[in-house]
């Protein structure tokens, strides 16, 4: 597996790890929970190559966090059954994995 | 008026001063690839300023003019120690790392192009050294206090100076002392598992490394212990021959990598509509 490979696999699952339980604190129940899984994969991927292909530029990377929260909070609010307040739910979410990325990037 | 230009003036002279100092520092301490590679991707070259030995997975690397070009500018087989100044992580997730070639005798079954100062490799094929810095790192909590032992040692044929304890590589050799018996100035005490003290020179007339209190003039000691461990498999050196292709152009990785990820989402998102879609119906309704 090279380089870039990995880090989006590691990326995918931290994500996924650190946002399935966030969700939960919304209310994110039986079907929501796999709309949070799937909206992870549509966007995470894409947010990875983004920062990638620019470099990791912090200002990036925080453009492009708050795209994938609005993308994020849309299809909750849309699709979601239970999930309450989707675009608080991404934000929680999605905060919450990025700083804990930034925090293991720096220990690790 | 004349006041503010006066403070101007002198602020002026004092961040000169400053950056001059400062790059000049920097220019004197670390070396950099001469190439128009570095200067034109210095933000996005890292220092890196350790030593590593070749270790192609076919028995030797190939060194290109710079990252992700086809030119060649070596051929090296593997277990040769280079300097590697700096890296760079091309955006198709592939790291090459800079050598230092000066100075390099390439053997017959080698390549050098002539007159090539640098040249890029890919990372992986590099096997980390264990260096001084890396002994003072796991053995300095067992440092002594140097307290004379070598002072006023008499030179009968020549000072050895080691890398460190136990490498087995000779740094530097000093056949009488410079300046009329200016003696190096020692620091640190280390005794090794057999018994031996050394002590280290930070610097003598361009000389440094540890010198064997016990027998400082002794080339061939004989140590019940080797060098620090490489945590890497080394693979043998082999002549180098055969087409190597470089590793995929960034431009060639990232579109496939940016064509996988559009089929990723358009699915996902299709996914996502497909069985969701019972929720969409019921929200309209």
């Known amino acids: ?108 | 008026m004349k006041r503010r230009w006066k403070c101007m003036t002198v602020l002026g002279a004092v961040l000169i001063f400053w950056a001059s100092v400062s790059f000049t520092a920097s220019a004197d301490v670390i070396w950099e690839p001469s190439g128009d590679f570095y200067m034109e991707n210095l933000d996005e070259c890292e220092y890196d300023g350790r030593d590593y030995l070749t270790n192609g997975k076919e028995g030797f690397v190939v060194v290109y003019e710079k990252p992700g070009d086809s030119k060649e500018v070596a051929r090296i087989k593997n277990g040769k120690r280079f300097y590697v100044g700096f890296t760079y992580k091309g955006r198709g997730g592939v790291t090459w790392a800079v050598l230092n070639l000066w100075g390099y005798e390439p053997e017959a079954e080698e390549s050098l192009e002539p007159d090539v100062r640098d040249g890029w490799v890919v990372f992986e094929n590099l096997a980390q050294v264990y260096m001084e810095e890396d002994f003072r790192a796991e053995h300095e909590s067992g440092f002594a206090d140097y307290q004379g032992e070598l002072d006023g040692y008499e030179i009968k044929k020549e000072l050895i100076f080691w890398d460190y304890p136990g490498s087995g590589r000779i740094t530097g050799r000093v056949e009488e002392y410079f300046s009329g018996g200016d003696s190096p100035v020692y620091q640190d005490l280390y005794t090794d598992p057999d018994g031996n003290r050394w002590t280290y020179v930070g610097y003598y007339y361009g000389e440094e490394g540890w010198v064997c209190v016990d027998d400082p003039e002794n080339g061939e000691l004989s140590l019940s212990y080797g060098p620090g461990a490489i945590d890497r498999e080394l693979y043998p050196a082999k002549k180098p021959e055969g087409e190597v292709m470089p590793p995929k152009t960034n431009a060639a990785v990232m579109a496939g990598t940016g064509a996988a990820v559009l089929l990723v989402v358009v699915v996902t998102a299709l996914l996502i509509a497909v069985l969701f879609r019972k929720n969409d119906k019921n929200k309209g309704e």
């Not at chain 1, 994110?28 to 992870?40: C, W, Y």
């Not at chain 1, 239970?82 to 675009?87: F, K, L, S, T, V």
Request: aromatic residues 10%.
């Open chain 1, 1 to 108: 597996m090279n380089e870039l490979t990995l880090k989006f696999a590691l990326s995918l699952t931290l994500t996924l790890l650190l946002e399935l339980p966030v969700s939960l604190l919304f209310r994110a129940r039986g079907k929501d929970l796999l709309l949070v899984f799937l909206v992870n994969v549509l966007t995470n991927p894409a947010a990875v190559l983004v920062c990638v292909l620019t470099g990791d530029r912090l200002l990036v990377q925080i453009g492009i966090e708050a795209v994938v929260i609005l993308a994020e909070g849309w299809y909750y609010r849309t699709y979601g059954n239970g999930i309450r307040h989707p675009y608080r739910c991404a934000a929680a979410c999605n905060l919450f994995s990025y700083i804990t990325g930034a925090v293991l990037g720096i220990l690790l």
